[in-house]
């Protein structure tokens, strides 16, 4: 492989992976990205949701974001990729797409993973590692930009530190969520717990709604505190699900925000409990306690990164299946009880000093029928 030198690397494109909680898993190879190539002007392309993701990075220059669908959106992109100049991209996802873009485009150094028959279309195709189902997806990633290391500087200095995957949200940003937050009457002298019941691509994924609706209701009873239902549109249905079956009313955040808002939201929440999605991902990257319940998915390879986040999990024999949809009981979820998440919920607010002992005078009750 021929030593490239880095300063003949000014203008970088990185072709980011399409969902939430998979971008934030590439934060520690763009961290990395930006640490090996300090000077370099560097572009993320991705779909047009990252901005709100990405609004404050440090590690990028410039988000380019592409409207539509991958297929329908080529030529564009292909003449973007051509006018700008670039010297070296990056690609993370493994479709056959990905690399023809960088390919056609005509930039001189294409690095990413050989599979899906795109070898010939990448100048420094990876082989996929062997520990690729046994790692976390960050090292996956970071795996990418090891290679840039290789190619470059001739070391392997990257992945003998460790992965930085944080975020961060400009206190201006802080400021606002706590405002909005406040005009929907909710102050800062109880602790603010946002639930995310539903998954977007995934049914198989969802713990029971009546048990988030059951946890919800001590969250309120027993600790005082302010529940937000939280979520893109296509989860409108499970969060209004969960609400009619609650006894309290909560906030119906959920298709209310875009990601921008949302994750300006999150940094400022007390807790995060979610099923594992984007969300999950985004909440412990900005440091705030998560807790994530797992079922069909492995949490070995996809679990949020950061220590702040804790695992709910009671693994059957099935489990990980990495199914949709499960095809017999869902047991791996239902032996999930909301008593369960409750306690681990009220340890975490404890922690911070914000598991109040109820008197939950604060508390929202439903008046007569549902409503």
């Known amino acids: 492989m021929s030593h490239v030198k880095p300063e003949h690397i000014n203008r970088v494109i990185v072709r980011g992976t399409n969902w939430v909680g998979d971008s934030v898993m590439t934060v520690p190879a763009l961290r990395a990205l930006r640490q090996l190539l300090p000077h370099a002007h560097i572009t993320l392309t991705t779909r047009a949701w990252a901005k709100g993701l990405f609004e ?16 329908s959106s080529l030529p564009q992109r292909i003449l973007q990729w051509r006018r700008g100049r670039f010297d070296l991209a990056i690609i993370f ?23 899906e028959a795109r070898g010939p279309l990448l100048t420094h195709p990876l082989p996929l590692p062997k520990w690729r189902d046994s790692k976390h997806e960050v090292f996956y990633y970071l795996n990418i930009i090891a290679e840039v290391e290789r190619l470059m500087f001739g070391t392997e200095d990257l992945l003998k530190a460790a992965p930085d995957d944080s975020l961060f949200v400009r206190e201006s940003r802080r400021v606002e969520a706590l405002r909005f937050l406040s005009e929907l009457g909710i102050e800062n002298d109880r602790p603010v717990v946002a639930l995310c019941p539903g998954s977007t691509n995934s ?36 969060s209004l699900e969960a609400s009619r079956q609650m006894r309290n009313v909560p ?121």
């Open 203 to 238: 049914r198989a994924k969802r713990w029971p709604v009546e048990r988030y609706a059951a946890l919800a209701d001590r969250l309120i009873d027993d600790l005082g505190a302010n529940v937000l239902l939280i979520g893109s549109a296509e989860e409108m249905e499970v």
């Open 56 to 71: 404050d990075a440090d590690f990028i220059d410039e988000l380019l974001p592409y409207q539509g669908r991958a297929v």
């Open 251 to 371: 906030t119906m955040l959920t298709g209310k925000t875009d990601l921008a808002q949302a994750v300006a939201l999150l940094s400022v929440v007390d807790l995060l409990v979610t099923n594992d999605t984007g969300p999950g991902h985004i909440a412990a990257a900005l440091g705030r306690p998560t807790l994530v319940i797992f079922g069909p998915t492995n949490p070995l390879t996809t679990r949020p990164f950061s220590s702040t986040a804790e695992l709910v999990r009671q693994q059957p024999d099935c489990a990980p299946c990495m199914l949709r949809d499960c095809p017999i009981d869902h047991r791996c979820m239902t032996a999930i009880s909301s008593a369960e998440v409750f306690l681990r919920a009220s340890a975490l607010l404890k922690q911070q000093g914000r598991g109040q002992a109820a008197g939950a005078d604060g508390s929202s009750r439903r008046q007569g029928a549902d409503h």
């Open 93 to 115: 996802p493994n479709s056959f797409e990905a690399a023809l873009v960088p390919a056609v485009a005509g930039i001189p150094l294409r690095v990413g993973y050989g599979k």
